[in-house]
């Protein structure tokens, strides 16, 4: 003789049983989906900050110890009283700083596909990775340096006072000092 199960007890072992398969036959991992991406190692998003010249973080040393960016400081010109020269000059660092970044960018989004195709097209070798690693090791240094070198130039536009208030009105304090430098800050 059999025994008899009660039919809503067969359905919630069938239930659990699909779901054991199932959990074997798919583990998410936090890159599922990435795979699809034309440079496995940047989405969309990133690659179109890196070609637009945005900073993506990359000054925070520069932007959170104090010294500000030229972005910003047009966006607060008002609030930081910025005098016609100030505005002027800020706006020509903005667009030098654009272009170098952009131009960066595009440097370090080729690179990475560079690095991406040696993979993709199963030519990935000890010396090919090296290369082509300490070339978008370089690119991501030198985009850096341009972003942190730019918050630099941008607080030698301003005086003491406005870099303060800049600090202030951005979240961080009112009483983080100017950076101080060799430089004078020049006077607008």
Do not use: C, W
């Not at 600090?167 to 800050?185: C, D, E, F, I, W």
């Amino acid at each position: 003789m059999k025994p008899h199960l009660p039919p809503r007890l067969i359905a919630a072992l069938a239930l659990v049983a699909a779901g054991a398969a199932h959990a074997e036959a798919v583990v998410a991992t936090p890159y599922a989906g990435q795979q699809q991406r034309a440079i496995k190692s940047l989405s969309d998003s990133e690659v179109a900050g890196l070609l637009a010249g945005h900073g993506a973080g990359l000054a925070k040393a520069a932007e959170l110890n104090g010294y500000p960016g030229p972005l910003h400081v047009l966006e607060l010109s008002k609030e930081l009283h910025l005098s016609e020269g100030q505005a002027d000059a800020t706006r020509q660092l903005m667009d030098r700083h654009r272009r170098e970044a952009s131009r960066l960018g595009a440097a370090l989004v080729d690179a990475e596909r560079h690095l991406d195709s040696l993979f993709a097209k199963r030519e990935a070798t000890p010396d090919a990775v090296d290369k082509a690693a300490a070339r978008v090791g370089e690119l991501q240094a030198q985009l850096r340096a341009e972003h942190l070198k730019t918050h630099i130039a941008q607080t030698g536009l301003l005086d003491a006072h406005q870099v303060q208030r800049y600090s202030s009105l951005r979240g961080y304090g009112s009483s983080q000092k100017a950076p101080s430098s060799h430089h004078q800050p020049h006077q607008h």
